[in-house]
């Protein structure tokens, strides 16, 4: 007897099977997280050398040098933060779309297959969830981080450019996420109906 292979859609090869999408979007986010949370304690040590720097008293000899030697640190810290996490390839709209489309034709595959399990979907739901409910800390650090540097580089001078381009980077990311979390909540329901239909039947 010839046992035929299951046949694997063609949406999967496109964009992949919903639990891969969402690990790759697990992985980018604990990648921002662990880069965000490295630049704020970067930033807090600047900010408080800074501050002991300008309030010191009596003002050291040597405060243009200091503060040029903290500038150059500054400015490469958030140079550093620009080029580790600037990748065109690798922005989480794409993610986005890649998980739209993958979750959306799993969801109608489900519904057309009389075999399907409600169980694999309430499954799906619960990781979407749970991968939305990871964004607001990560977008409320990202604000607070933003608020951060902007107060502190403007305290000291020439660093305009370096904290343009790490601000752009952190704006960007959270416009991406809120886009993720809207994106997610509407997949979320959308499995929630497919799933109940699948227990009518």
Same mark, same amino acid.
């Given at each position: ?5 299951? %046949?694997?859609? $063609?949406?999967?090869? @496109?964009?992949?099977?919903? =639990? ?10 604990? &990648? &921002?997280?662990?880069?965000?949370? %490295?630049? +704020? ?15 010191? *008293? ?5 405060? =243009?040098?200091?503060? +040029?030697?903290?500038?150059?640190? &500054? ?10 996490? =600037? ?16 979750? *959306?034709? &799993? ?18 739901? =619960?990781?979407?969830? +749970? ?6 800390? @990560? ?12 107060? *502190?580089?403007?305290?000291?001078? *020439?660093? /305009? @450019?370096?904290?343009?381009?790490? @601000? /752009?980077?952190?704006? +960007?990311?959270?416009? $991406? ?25």
């Amino acid at each position: 007897m010839v046992v035929k292979e299951a %046949k694997v859609p $063609e949406w999967v090869s @496109l964009w992949g099977m919903p =639990d891969d999408v969402l690990g790759r979007i697990g992985e980018q986010l604990d &990648y &921002y997280k662990n880069a965000t949370n %490295k630049l +704020r304690e970067q930033v807090r040590v600047i900010a408080r050398e800074t501050i002991d720097l300008l309030l010191s *008293s009596p003002l050291p000899i040597d405060i =243009d040098e200091q503060k +040029r030697d903290i500038v150059e640190r &500054y400015s490469a810290i958030l140079v550093q933060f620009a080029a580790t996490t =600037d990748d065109p390839d690798a922005t989480l709209n794409q993610m986005w779309t890649d998980m739209e489309q993958s979750v *959306s034709f &799993y969801l109608l595959d489900a519904g057309h297959n009389d075999g399907a399990d409600p169980t694999e979907v309430r499954d799906l739901i =619960d990781k979407l969830t +749970r991968l939305r409910n990871r964004i607001p800390a @990560l977008a409320a650090e990202i604000s607070n981080l933003s608020a951060v540097i902007k107060g *502190s580089a403007g305290a000291l001078p *020439s660093l /305009d @450019l370096a904290t343009a381009q790490s @601000l /752009d980077i952190l704006g +960007r990311t959270a416009c $991406e996420l809120d886009m993720g979390a809207a994106v997610m909540t509407r997949l979320i329901g959308l499995a929630k109906h497919q799933h109940n239909l699948l227990r009518v039947e």
